[in-house]
């Protein structure tokens, strides 16, 4: 329960900070952009309904509406994953999610049994320092993102 509930408190992060992103921009461009920043809310309301799998390309495609370009927080090495960017774990997790969710097996050799097992091997099954795991990645995230956003964003008000 707690990798589901963890992905979807991600997805609702990103789904708030990406209309929190445009009123910043909304407030820093008054009329007469007006007609220009109701389009753009318009699009951004129609995106956000229709959010849904939080990867990385989607996060990216989300927050790109509002110029926010994600791809320098995503492309970090994690610390707890070698060579693994944080876009490719997050992919990880929410595919652990789904399988979850959907009240699937764990399978030898799925994308992300290395996750849970730390190889390809094996029958992965969620341990709690495996729900530690997702949470700590979605939390790290969370921060490096707010920092991220708090720059880019005073750079347009």
């Known amino acids: 329960a707690t990798v589901v509930l963890a ?66 927080v995503f492309r970090q090495k994690h610390p707890v ?22 009240g699937s097996k764990f399978r030898t050799g799925d994308a992300f049994a290395y996750l849970l097992t730390g190889s390809s091997g094996g029958h992965p099954t969620i341990r709690k320092g495996d729900a530690e795991g997702c949470l700590n990645t979605l939390s790290k995230l969370v921060e490096m993102i707010d920092r991220y956003c708090e720059w880019e964003l005073a750079t347009i008000s």
Not at 20 to 41: C, D, F, T, W
Not at 81 to 102: D, E, F, N, P
């Open 81 to 102: 994953h070698g060579t693994r960017t944080y876009g490719l774990v997050l992919t990880s997790w929410l595919k652990v999610r789904h399988t979850i969710a959907h």
């Open 7 to 72: 992905v979807g408190a991600w997805q609702l992060y990103v789904e708030e900070l990406t209309k929190e992103a445009l009123e910043v921009i909304a407030a820093a461009h008054p009329r007469p952009h007006g007609a220009e920043v109701r389009l753009l809310r318009q699009q951004v309301g129609k995106a956000v309904g229709g959010f849904s799998t939080p990867n990385q390309e989607k996060t990216e495609g989300l927050l790109g509406l509002t110029t926010i370009d994600l791809a320098p």
